[in-house]
T-cell receptor
Framework: QQPVQSPQAVILREGEDAVINCSSS?????VHWYRQKHGEAPVFLMI?????EQKGHDKISASFNEKKQQSSLYLTASQLSYSGTYFC??????????????FGKGTMLLVSP | EAGVAQSPRYKIIEKRQSVAFWCNPI?????LYWYQQILGQGPKLLIQ????????DSQLPKDRFSAERLKGVDSTLKIQPAKLEDSAVYLC???FGGGGAGEQYFGPGTRLTVT
């Protein structure tokens, strides 16, 4: 089942903050976050593997609430380079024992000067 | 470290024709994925290999799509015959670990247009 991302799009001015949410109806093994710029491949941002885990680098961080099956991506003091489409990918255990990723539809972020 | 390589980058074919895409993953990565990304959507997993074995192909339209991973390294995805709705970007990715636990590195993709 595809995770639901919100909002679908957000426009920011440089220096403003944003939060992107990702929720699933299934129990999650992991949450991945990727950013994709127009015409380019998705680029890995971070993985959260444990409920309650929080990670971050530079001014981008994320949290994972395992009980609520939700994750949030926080972008602080946004820069022009943050523009792109952000995808969450939720990991679930398959019947074979291996886990697979299901991506949401994405959140388009535009940072203007 | 070299990234994931894919070819061709662009392909235009007519419906009912066949097409093949090639992927070379990052050296040492045991897991290889093929995703289909339709414009405005997130990547959709078509098939996942662990070494040269298939671990998930539940969303692969097997009446027209096929994929193989030779000797656990390179992989080929084929569509025969193509339909208009197959127009999309086909992304190959690889990871050291399994799909849910490993960071996935994506190749540049092949943009397929079916007319």
């Amino acid at each position: 089942q595809q995770p639901v991302q919100s909002p679908q799009a957000v426009i920011l001015r440089e220096g403003e903050d944003a939060v992107i949410n990702c929720s699933s109806s299934k129990a999650l093994y992991s949450v991945h976050w990727y950013r994709q710029k127009h015409g380019e491949a998705p680029v890995f941002l971070m993985i959260l593997l444990k409920g309650g885990e929080q990670k971050g680098h530079d001014k981008i961080s994320a949290s994972f609430n395992e009980k609520k099956q939700q994750s949030s991506l926080y972008l602080t003091a946004s820069q022009l380079s943050y523009s792109g489409t952000y995808f969450c990918g939720t990991g679930e255990r398959g019947g074979s024992g291996y886990s697979t990723l299901t991506f949401g539809k994405g959140t388009m972020l535009l940072v203007s000067p | 470290e070299a990234g994931v390589a894919q070819s061709p980058r662009y392909k235009i074919i007519e419906k009912r024709q066949s097409v093949a895409f090639w992927c070379n993953p990052i050296s040492g990565h045991a897991t290889l994925y093929w995703y289909q990304q339709i414009l405005g959507q997130g990547p959709k997993l078509l098939i996942q290999f662990q070494n040269n074995g298939v671990v998930d192909d539940s969303q692969l339209p097997k009446d027209r799509f096929s994929a193989e991973r030779l000797k656990g390294v390179d992989s080929t995805l084929k569509i025969q015959p193509a339909k208009l709705e197959d127009s999309a970007v086909y992304l190959c990715a690889s990871s050291f670990g399994g799909g849910g636990a490993g960071e996935q590195y994506f190749g540049p993709g092949t943009r397929l247009t079916v007319t």
